[in-house]
């Protein structure tokens, strides 16, 4: 049993004035400091897989492959990355002006915002809390973070390895739950990253709107999965499944449900089973490709929701005193039944019939934007006609998950699956403030004649 030591409340106001003192400093500015700490978490990364494995395994049993491919692999290369290009992104910015201004050299000055506060969830708790802190070292901020309390092993070993590798003058690990994070949401930050659900988001953004305090919100919801019946179903059910399956759903981009007309359905149901066979001859709960639900009152949340559902369970539906949950798929799902009542987050894969693919996005647009829409089909019209008529996140065709491997564009919410982004460059910017620095010249003088009193009708006519 991992025991995680909460950081004293009394000493967050301290640990927030410390940053900012060594903020003031300017400490945090030189490109050459920043790019040292981002290297720093590469090598925490490279030197400390084993404990990172070791840690996440014992949180939610995550198979090592998994935490590998989408962890500590990501982390490394991100740091490293980050440092990479850390110069392009931090220089200043000349502003392409007409020819009368061009003298006053407007530039985009690249300013880290301050100190940050960057609040993580459990399901992805290396790279997720990691993430916005490279983006946070990258541009010149000094930063709390706050891991989940959901993942305690993961939680305590990046108390113990960032204050290790990484300057403790200006990055910080806050450890505990609501208490803690409360008390950190009393403090003024210079920005709030937060990623987790939209009900706790709503009490950080008011707690930041005190301070007026810009925040990202990193949210979910129920990304859905359109299929076009002419798709080759046998790939599509392969390609859901594996965003469905990796950490047993507990993805914030897992596919949440599919519509298919209904005459497929059951075509895709039977290459689902097929699927499933394959990959976990010995049944997902046996399995050491599959992990486990974070908590027990998780799954008591998944078993409800399943229980009361008025769909078809065609495979899966057993749970285990050990977390398991098996991959689970529902047919004939209705709009108002029990699993499109919220978002799963787990390995409960809805199957909803339409009549037409016009239903099927008439079905998405009556439901808050998604972080991502799905969409099987190699109709170019088709394609179209869901890009121009929906709205979510991000748009993905053909695939699911495998989109978060893209360092280049930005992974993002719109309305209810949040604002603000990140990955790279995109969460440097976060931190960034961009701020016009203009230089008015004496030589410039003639040509601003024209604003001075008095208002001659001569001038009045130029
Ligand atoms: P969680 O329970 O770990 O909570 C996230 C953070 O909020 C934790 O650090 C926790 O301590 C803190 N918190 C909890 N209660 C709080 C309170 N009352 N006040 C202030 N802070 C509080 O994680 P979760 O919310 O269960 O995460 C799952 C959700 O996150 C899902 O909706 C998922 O889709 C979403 N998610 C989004 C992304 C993304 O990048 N868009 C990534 C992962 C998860």
Redesign the pocket.
Known sequence: MVELKHTVVDELPKIAEELRATFRSGKTRPLAWRRHQLHQVARMMQENKDEFTKAIAYDMRKPALEVYAAEIGPITERALKSAEQLEEWAKPELVSVPDWQKSWQPTLTKMPKGVVLN??????PII?TLQPLIGAIAAGCCCVV?????APAIAQLLADLVSRYLDPSAYRIVNG??TE??KL?ELKWDHIF?????R?AR??AAAAAKHLTPVTL????KSPVIVDPSYDLELAAKRILFGKACNAGQI?VAPDYVLIPRSQQDELVEAMKARIAECYPEGTLKSDSYGRIISDLHQKRLKSLLNATKGVVVTGGQTDDDRGFELTIVKDVGKGDSLMSE?I?GPILPIVPVDSMDEAIAFVNERPHA?VLYAFTEDPQVKQQITDTTASGSLVFNDTFQQLSVNETP?S?VGE??YGGQVMKYTFDGFTHLRTTIDIPKEAEPTLEVRYAPYTAEKLSI
């Open positions: 609040i993580a969830p459990w399901n992805y997720l706050k891991p989940s309390e959901l739950a609501v994070t409360t949401l937060y990623t987790g659900n939209g706790i009490i950080v990193e949210l979910g919801g914030c978002e987050f972080l992974f919410g699956s949040g």
